[in-house]
């Protein structure tokens, strides 16, 4: 593969240079008219609009996602690198894929072979640190614990056998006199006066 920004700037004709810089190399395209554009503004419509492949060619240009687009006459949208890449009247004749090691600065971030660590200047987005997620695990994990913890507490209370609570138990019902005993106690009484005044006589 070769870098986008360089083939739809080369295969325009246009000079395609790259200057170092301290933060990194950066990349330019210079068109005939004297414009110069950075090699990804030029390749995203950003700068240059009217020296891209769209332009010269009568399409209209299609902006919004990043690399520019195509419309062709057909209706059909197509990125402007792949039409560049096909058409052999261009600069180059027929494109021939090609390898190569990423220039730092070039404006693309390449998985793999470019990270924010060695080329902040292309990878914007710093990677998520591993320990984050191991962070969250052990939280997670601790959550887990705790909750187990008050589980067993609860079972605990609830098992232990009480010390101070008596077995309670039901009242007696309360013992009547009975009315035929009343009567007899009176007559016995009766009949132990009448025996006793008999022999006092």
């Known amino acids: ?5 360089s083939v739809n700037c080369n295969r325009m004709g246009y000079e395609y240079v790259i200057d170092p810089t301290p933060a990194g190399d950066v ?11 950075l090699a990804m503004d030029f390749n995203t419509g950003a700068c240059g609009m009217d020296h891209n492949y769209c332009a010269k060619m009568g ?18 949208v197509e990125w ?13 004749g027929v494109f021939v894929e090609e390898e190569f090691t990423p220039r730092c600065g070039d404006g693309q971030c390449f998985p793999g072979l470019e990270t924010h660590e060695n080329c902040p200047h292309d990878c914007y987005d710093i990677p998520v640190i591993a320990s984050s997620t191991s962070s969250t695990v052990s939280s997670t994990s ?17 098992g232990r056998t009480p010390t101070t609570m008596m077995e309670s138990k039901p009242a007696e019902p309360e013992k009547k006199t009975s009315p035929l005993f009343i009567i007899a106690g009176v007559l016995a009484l009766v009949v ?10």
Request: hydrophobic share 25%; glycine share 8%; aromatic share 6%.
């Open 59 to 76: 399409y209209e240009t299609v902006t919004g996602e990043g690399e520019l687009r195509c419309r062709l006459e057909n209706g059909s």
């Open 27 to 37: 990349s330019y395209c210079i068109m005939p008219d004297g414009t110069k554009c």
């Open 1 to 5: 593969y070769k870098n986008l920004n």
């Open 80 to 92: 402007m690198t792949n039409l560049v890449k096909a058409d052999v009247t261009l600069e180059g």
């Open 142 to 158: 601790s959550s887990m614990t705790s909750t187990s913890s008050s589980m067993t507490s609860t079972t605990g209370e609830e």
């Open 192 to 201: 132990v006066v009448y025996i006793f005044l008999r022999n006092k006589e």
